[in-house]
């Protein structure tokens, strides 16, 4: 727990942080416990932390059956890793911008003056759990931010490359080619957005786990970082905005790709593209999720958790497909008001599993149904027949923050009742951080005529 005043001057000490003079350890997390990281493109400017070949891929990163005993010898029959891939001719955007969600697992791709507007899923750094450290809770790929105070980065043609192959592991020298001949393109220091890594031997460059599996670089598919570079190759400075939370369009529709999955955000079925899709209520975000009916199994697909059938919430005489609780979706994270809960398979009593359902995270912001939704210390207000409340705390000046949860003020909001904990949010990123039915706003701290935050109140 920070009081808000120690965050205050943190946050101004990180700013006055240069990458160049961060301590090693501390440069990327795409480094591992060998050192400083490579993940890194070719060419640096001044300021930028140094780029060079790296340690992204430690030997516990990739699962068993992501990548075949053969894949881990250094045997020189590599297949096609080492061949570089074909940049695809495709029209080059003029005024290319890039925003990195890291929770919603997206890279959104725009161009306004050709209108060119397309997202692609990644696989960005895995969250840290390490008790104490900076960036506990949070994604790896969040690390520039709080080394930096800021959140906008951007890539230029000195930081890209067309063709990075292999990467070194400092602590044995051994050379692999798991960048498979696919573009490497830095938004900042060694952090850069590259291919899948897994099956890299494969002809099309591999294949990607969709979830928080790298060490601190974005991960695509093959195909769609070949899409990315050949559109803003040789542009001066592509603008790279990351944030943690979900990126929002204006009207608090989610940004994700097309090829949507179980517990994607939905308005309609049509927004759940599979055979059975359909888009049910979820009593707890207010919004809407993908998932299909089912009576013992459903089906899994490549780069997602596997899949689990459950008794439906609201039918519990009927069945519904939700994902597993895995590593890589780090406890339901990438879904909207989902939990992990053991259940046992539908028309089953011996099968079970932990897997994502509907549930509130529970901190301050959070949407909730009864005081028991929410973390100790908080309690739930305003639920009731018309929809969820919200998990807050009273307060008086300063509120508790949570790692890896957006930062809280304290602020005398009449509609909740007086003085209390509300979620910080930031407008430019069209409230992201903020539940459904909240929208984001500037308040006057309590207890202060001088200090405003931007938080989350009811519309």
């Known amino acids: 727990m920070i009081p808000e005043l120690f965050r205050d001057v943190r946050g101004a000490l990180r700013a006055m942080i240069r990458p160049a003079a961060l301590p090693l350890a501390w440069i990327s997390f795409c480094a591992v416990a060998v050192g400083l990281a490579a993940c890194g493109g070719e060419g640096a400017s001044a300021g930028d932390p140094a780029l060079q070949e790296g340690t992204e891929l430690p030997s516990d990163d990739l699962p068993p059956g992501d990548l075949s005993s053969d894949d881990m010898k250094a045997d020189g029959a590599w297949g096609h890793a080492t061949e570089c891939k074909a940049i695809p001719e495709l029209a080059r955007l003029v005024s290319p911008r890039i925003v990195v969600s890291l929770n919603g697992l997206t890279l959104h791709l725009t161009d306004p003056d050709s209108g060119y507007d397309k997202v692609f899923a990644i696989g960005p750094g895995a969250i840290n759990a390490k008790q104490g450290e900076t960036t506990y809770g949070e994604s790896l790929t969040y690390y520039p931010i709080l080394a930096t105070g800021g959140q906008d980065f951007e890539i230029r043609p000195a930081t890209t490359t067309a063709c990075k192959v292999w990467w070194t592991d400092k602590a044995t020298g051994e050379k692999l080619p798991v960048f498979a001949g696919l573009p490497f393109m830095s938004w900042w220091g060694a952090y850069g957005i590259h291919g899948p890594v897994d099956n890299y031997r494969a002809a099309n460059g591999g294949t990607l786990r969709r979830g928080f599996v790298s060490h601190g670089c974005i991960r695509m598919q093959a195909a769609d970082v070949l899409e990315v570079y050949a559109r803003i190759r040789g542009v001066a400075k592509v603008p790279v905005h990351v944030q943690r939370e979900p990126e929002r369009l204006a009207d608090g529709r989610r940004v994700d790709v097309a090829d949507r999955w179980f517990g994607a955000e939905c308005q309609s079925d049509a927004d759940c593209p599979y055979n059975g899709g359909v888009c049910q209520a979820n009593a707890y975000s207010a919004r809407g999720f993908c998932t299909k009916s089912c009576t013992s199994y459903c089906p899994d ?159």
């Open 301 to 459: 697909k490549v780069g997602y958790p596997t899949s689990y059938c459950v008794a439906d919430p609201s039918d519990t005489s009927t069945g519904m497909c939700v994902l597993k609780a895995m590593s890589f979706n780090d406890g339901c994270r990438t879904e909207d008001h989902f939990v992990p809960q053991t259940r046992s398979r539908f028309n089953s009593t011996t099968s079970t599993a932990t897997v994502c359902v509907p549930g509130s995270p529970g901190w301050v912001g959070d949407h909730c149904l009864a005081d028991g939704d929410c973390q100790p210390g908080n309690h739930c207000v305003g639920a009731g027949g018309e929809g969820p409340g919200l998990c807050t705390q009273a307060c008086g000046t300063y509120c508790p923050d949570q790692p890896g949860f957006p930062t809280t003020a304290c602020i005398d909001e009449a509609a909740l009742g007086g003085p209390t904990c509300l979620r910080q949010c930031t407008p430019a990123s069209n409230a992201s951080e903020c539940a459904a039915g909240m929208t984001c706003v500037q308040r006057m701290r309590n207890g202060s005529s001088t200090s405003t935050r931007n938080v989350c109140v009811p519309q």
